[in-house]
């Protein structure tokens, strides 16, 4: 099952369908406030939380008793929440994209970026908005890329509810909480996990290291030259990386960290 990010819906998935559907049942739903799913009013429907226990719902609804969770950006934070709540349901976690607001130093001006890019919806309307986000930091690499791909994604950003999308960011982005306040949870998680992003994710890359560090079962995968839609980006790249995973996993292969690969020395020959 893949969770889209909060610039794309499900149509970000394409090219995965396209390629895990030859021998996985790939299953793509949007998020609450993006349509065809239910666009609540009020910003309090709206948390990192029920974002978890949507995938759960899917999942429930087509008689799914466990998944290989596959998220990007929103969703990958979406993922590992799903890892945490609902553990038995997932075969693995692919976590994409995943850090933004993260870094307790960065946390206000995070919340804050939040409320100035729902108010910009609210007063401007989606188009205005998206002329802008497109062009941000880790999504001129797509962009330079693939012209075409981008001014795609950017059409899509458009079509977006202005409701559903300024309350996603003051519901869900400004709110969930931060990964170094998530330590001693990720500690606990035991499903096979993929850790994946952009070189150029430049939020993206210390909180990358913090889940490979902290989750037992977890591998990091940093594809080079990349923004932040890889799967957009670079989709062959990206739809091999995730499928070696998913092949180790459903092989039984995939390895849970041997604890002496932790040390407060560097060479492990310290006293």
């Known amino acids: 099952i893949f969770v889209h990010e ?70 990958g934070f979406a993922t590992l929440h799903f890892g945490l709540r609902h553990p038995h349901r997932a075969n693995s976690l692919c976590i994409g994209g995943c850090g933004y607001g993260a870094e307790p ?5 995070f919340r804050a970026e939040a409320d100035t890019i729902a108010g910009m919806i ?41 409701i559903g999308s300024a309350n996603t960011q003051q519901g869900v982005q400004k709110e969930r909480p931060s990964l170094y306040t998530l330590v001693e949870e990720m500690k606990r998680i035991a ?29 990091l995968a940093v594809m080079p030259n990349c923004g932040h839609a890889i799967n957009l980006e670079e989709p062959d790249e990206y739809n091999r990386i995730v499928g070696d995973f998913l092949g180790l996993v459903d092989s039984g292969r995939w390895p849970q960290r041997d604890p002496r690969a932790i040390s407060a020395s560097i060479t492990g020959m310290k006293d």
């Open 6 to 75: 909060f610039a794309g819906d499900l149509r970000s998935w394409e090219s995965q369908i396209r390629h895990f559907g030859k021998r996985y049942r790939a299953i793509v739903y949007n998020a609450r406030g993006f349509p065809p799913s239910d666009v609540p009013e009020h910003v309090s429907s709206y948390s990192q939380a029920c974002a978890a226990d949507d995938i759960l719902a899917v999942l429930d609804h087509i008689g799914a008793p466990k998944a290989h969770v596959v998220g990007l950006s929103m969703g």
């Open 105 to 109: 130093e960065k946390r206000e001006i």
């Open 122 to 162: 609210r007063q401007d309307g989606m188009a205005a908005f998206a002329e802008r986000y497109a062009y941000g930091p880790t999504r001129v690499q797509y962009e330079n890329k693939d012209p075409r791909g981008h001014a795609e994604f950017k059409r899509m950003l458009a079509e977006h509810s202005a």
């Open 191 to 219: 499903v096979p996990t993929l850790v994946i992003h952009g070189d150029e994710d430049w939020p993206c890359l210390l909180p990358g290291v913090l889940m490979k560090q902290t989750i037992p079962s977890a591998a």
